[in-house]
């Protein structure tokens, strides 16, 4: 566990998931976390290239508050930063009266936040729009360590890649197979 951590674009981190578990995240702009499906049993990433590696997720994270879950931090003669352009689309909650909440599906700015984000698809619904909104990440902020921990572990257990948050927003939904 790293005792300080501050937010540095680009920065490579090793997540460890479980006891023989670990997998690599690195930080994007405006505190974006991307986390890879990559896995290895300890924190050796040599000769890993992120650009050529499939992402999990990109989500907001508060970086103060889920810290412990970094074993380490990956050095760039190990790893290749992954210089893919950053996810921009994302979805943007709507929350109203009880069986009247949602999402809408926005693009960041150009600073790579929900204010002033474009939005492309207004009040997606299950029954048309499942596929956008079981591929596209909610743009709140994760503030806690255990949810991404847990979202992992469920894809290394079941191969669903799936944000339960989204049940909250769209109740009844169907979570994506594998």
Known sequence: ?????????????????????????????NHLLEVFNVFREDDNWKDIDLNSVDLLFTIFVSIKNIKQIFSCVVSSDSVVPNARPAEKLMLSAIFGSPGDTGAKLIELSENY????ARMIKDFLSPDVDLALIHRYELCGMVGDSGKIILRIKNYRETGV??????EFLFPGIRRPTS
């Open 113 to 116: 936040s929900n204010i002033g």
């Open 1 to 29: 566990m790293l005792k300080s951590l501050k937010w540095q674009e680009g920065l490579v981190l090793s997540i460890n998931v479980e006891a023989g578990v670990h997998t690599i995240a690195q930080m994007r702009n």
């Open 161 to 166: 890649n799936w944000d339960p948050s989204k």
